[in-house]
């Protein structure tokens, strides 16, 4: 078949504009990719009640549960996060199958469940401050969520996103407002509430691939439900 001048014209512009089109894809779900990887936190835990618990008594407790280290493995609609007390290990793991948070020690076999479609504190307003924190050489934006109970401010940045659609149940703790707010990943979490005074600072972020089993809720011998 002979090709004139025009046809070829015609064909170069299609191949170009195919080209184009697979790059812009590509750029796309590279961008809207949710985060998949691990994320450790410094936690130092406040006093919540210095007018009734003096800080010389509340500072003088077990110094493995005032400052400590969490990590948490992010894998689309689960994660799961450690924490490291001394020696002894608490885990919380979510199944969004049943929109159950397991929390349990990590050598026992009896877990409590928390029903995440359930809230437990009401939302009064949403804040995003015109400022910014650098956070792990990354600029974050701040969302303060104030609620009857007190203040949560999060510090995200836009590099590590993460699907409101895959939490968008998951009620306790604001997550789902939270998420639907930003989408994405906080670097950092002030809470200044009235039972719960605790600043997590992250410390390393990682995007890796991560096994499904990690995330698979394992045989308890006794489930109590949490109130």
Not at 68 to 81: A, G, H, W
Not at 184 to 196: E, G, M, Q, S, W
Not at 204 to 222: C, G, H, Q, T
Request: with cysteine; glycine share 4%; hydrophobic share 35%.
């Amino acid at each position: 078949m002979y090709l004139t001048k025009k046809n070829l014209e015609i064909l170069y512009m299609q191949k170009f504009l195919l080209t184009f089109i697979l790059i812009l894809l590509s750029l796309t779900r590279g961008i809207c990719q949710d985060f998949q990887g691990v994320i450790t936190y410094k936690v130092e835990a406040k006093n919540p009640m210095p007018k009734s618990l003096p800080d010389s008594l509340f500072y003088s407790g077990n110094k493995s549960t005032l400052e400590y280290l969490v990590t948490f493995y992010y894998k689309q609609n689960k994660y799961k996060s450690v924490s490291a007390h001394g020696d002894e290990l608490e885990v919380e793991l979510y199944d969004p199958d049943n929109n159950r948070l397991y929390t349990y020690d990590g050598d026992e076999d009896i877990a409590s469940w928390t029903n995440t479609t359930k809230y437990i504190d009401e939302i009064i307003k949403f804040e995003k401050e015109e400022k910014t924190e650098i956070i792990l050489g990354y600029e974050c934006q701040i969302l303060t969520i104030t609620s009857k109970m007190g203040k949560t401010s999060y510090y995200y940045p836009s590099e590590f996103k993460l699907d409101f659609d895959n939490y968008a149940d998951y009620k306790h703790a604001f997550w789902c407002d939270y998420l639907q707010e930003t989408g994405a990943i906080p670097l950092k979490i002030v809470f200044d509430t009235r039972i719960n005074k605790r600043v997590l600072t992250a410390i390393e972020i990682k995007e890796k691939s991560l096994p499904d089993k990690l995330f698979k809720v394992p045989r308890f011998e006794a489930i109590v439900e949490s109130e």
